[in-house]
């Protein structure tokens, strides 16, 4: 599996905005999936195919990608988007993988 | 609308083989859109990727896993299951399994998620 890079933390002031990001080679080919995990719950997808929202997910949430690089980007962050932020590739094998994660503290 | 539910024992000895079913209700695990999958998560840590299974048992594991894992299908029990054996301390996390989709072939991802259990490897 390719291996996929997160900064282990970022923080936010309220109302603000922020960008995670993931960085891996296989992002060069294939676009990054992004999951939010809080506390005891499951992850639940946020962003798919680049910048694509799934139904429910605010419009605040927005994905892009540039050449190792994907992003994540909350726009004017809430209280309830502290949680943990995973990206998630595949690579040409067809093997999957996922980041190491992103804590976000909305201060 | 369909949900998944993982089962299985919380606890299993070192050594032995960790068994858990995926039982898909509120729809067919007989899809040529999805794929089906189990990813695990350590107490305190990250996301880790098992393996994944399309519904004619053609499946795809984590090459770091792939010596101890098997994921089968039953299809006439909308069923899916992961078999990992000779589990140690450190195959402790929850397991989760989960629904994969792709938008083409650049993009994969899991959609819908299982609540998840955790499976304890200790004497």
């Known amino acids: 599996s390719s291996e996929l890079t997160q900064d282990p933390a970022v923080s936010v002031a309220l109302g603000q905005t922020v960008r995670i990001t993931c960085q891996g080679d296989?992002?060069?080919?294939?676009?990054a999936s992004w999951y939010q995990q809080k506390p005891g719950q499951a992850p639940v997808l946020v962003i798919y195919?680049?910048?694509n929202r799934p139904s429910g997910i605010p419009d605040r949430f927005s994905g892009s990608s540039s050449g190792n690089t994907a992003s994540l980007t909350i726009t004017g962050a809430q209280a309830e988007d502290e949680a943990d932020y995973y990206c998630?590739?595949?690579?040409?094998?067809?093997?999957?993988?996922f980041g190491g994660g992103t804590k976000l503290t909305v201060l | 609308q369909l949900q998944l539910q993982e089962s299985g024992p919380g606890l299993v000895k070192p050594s032995e083989t960790l068994s858990l079913t995926c039982t898909v209700s509120?729809?067919?695990?007989?899809?040529?859109?999805?794929?089906w999958g189990w990813i695990r998560q350590p107490p305190g840590k990250g996301l880790e990727w098992i393996g994944t299974?399309?519904?004619?048992?053609?499946?795809s594991y984590n090459p770091a896993l792939e010596s101890r894992v098997t994921i089968p299908v039953d299809t006439s029990k909308n069923q899916f299951s992961l078999r990992l054996s000779s589990v140690t301390a450190a195959d402790t996390a929850v397991y989760y399994c989960?629904?994969?989709?792709?938008?083409?072939?650049?993009?994969?991802?899991?959609?819908?998620w299982g609540r998840g259990t955790l499976v304890t490897v200790s004497s």
């Open positions: 989960a629904r994969r989709g792709s938008s083409g072939p650049s993009s994969w991802y899991f959609d819908l």
């Open positions: 296989s992002l060069r080919i294939y676009y």
């Open positions: 299974i399309y519904y004619s048992g053609s499946t």
């Open positions: 998630n590739s595949r690579d040409t094998s067809g093997h999957l993988s």
């Open positions: 509120g729809g067919s695990i007989i899809s040529t859109t999805y794929y």
């Open positions: 195919a680049k910048n």
